[in-house]
């Protein structure tokens, strides 16, 4: 099995998800709705610290909740409006996604989408959840924020874990005449029984792997 697959899969997914309705209310701790993050200067003085630095990614780290919380830079090579073209073109990513069993836009308008998705996973038992994720801009920087809202999705269902932390947004703004500088920050919270291989700092590898993976695509979505 590859070491990337679980985490990689939720960190690359979760983007492409959103709503046409008002969003829920938000989780304690979740990234307010409506705006770009923080630009990766905050992230010092909002706890983060970085812990490695590779292949062209800066990731941090913060330990203030159950679970994951990463934030990282990188630079693309594609303007903004190309890289979020990637990223929120849902149907295609299958095609470099391994394990996702089920994905079901229940609702979708001209900036946002609601989407529910189920991962049929090695080792360990099947996660689902429903996410409403937004987008807009600010300028010329564009963003794009994801939530867990599994309250607007389906019920749960018997022998799947149910994921319900799980938030977070890219901030995506212009670097040079043809590139992006990608801040990406996001809060995920597994549940159920993991084993001890996807811990923190395998997540942090995955994230790494994930932004060399993207990189590939974006070229595509002139």
Do not use: C
């Amino acid at each position: 099995m590859r070491r990337w697959t679980f985490f990689a899969i939720l960190f690359a997914l979760a983007p492409v998800a959103a709503s046409a309705e008002p969003p829920p209310p938000a989780q304690a701790g979740a990234p307010s709705q409506g705006r770009a993050p923080a630009p990766a200067s905050a992230l010092a003085s909002e706890g983060f610290t970085l812990v490695t630095e590779e292949k062209g990614v800066r990731v941090h780290r913060r330990e203030k909740r159950a679970g994951v919380e990463f934030a990282l830079e990188a630079s693309l090579p594609a303007p903004p409006e190309q890289v979020r073209r990637a990223l929120l073109d849902y149907a295609n990513h299958q095609k470099w996604q391994e394990h996702l069993k089920e994905n079901k836009i229940l609702a979708r308008n001209a900036d946002s989408l609601l989407v529910y998705q189920r991962l049929d996973l090695p080792v360990i038992d099947d996660r689902d959840y429903t996410l409403n994720v937004t987008w807009g801009a600010e300028g010329a920087i564009l963003w794009m924020r994801f939530v867990a809202a599994n309250e607007r999705g389906p019920k749960p269902v018997d022998g799947v874990v149910r994921v319900n932390a799980h938030q977070g947004g890219w901030r995506l703004e212009p670097e040079g005449a043809k590139g992006t500088r990608a801040v990406y920050r996001f809060h995920l919270d597994v549940a159920g029984s993991v084993p001890s291989w996807l811990g923190k700092d395998q997540a942090k590898d995955n994230i790494v792997d994930f932004i060399v993976r993207l990189k590939k695509e974006v070229p595509n979505y002139r």
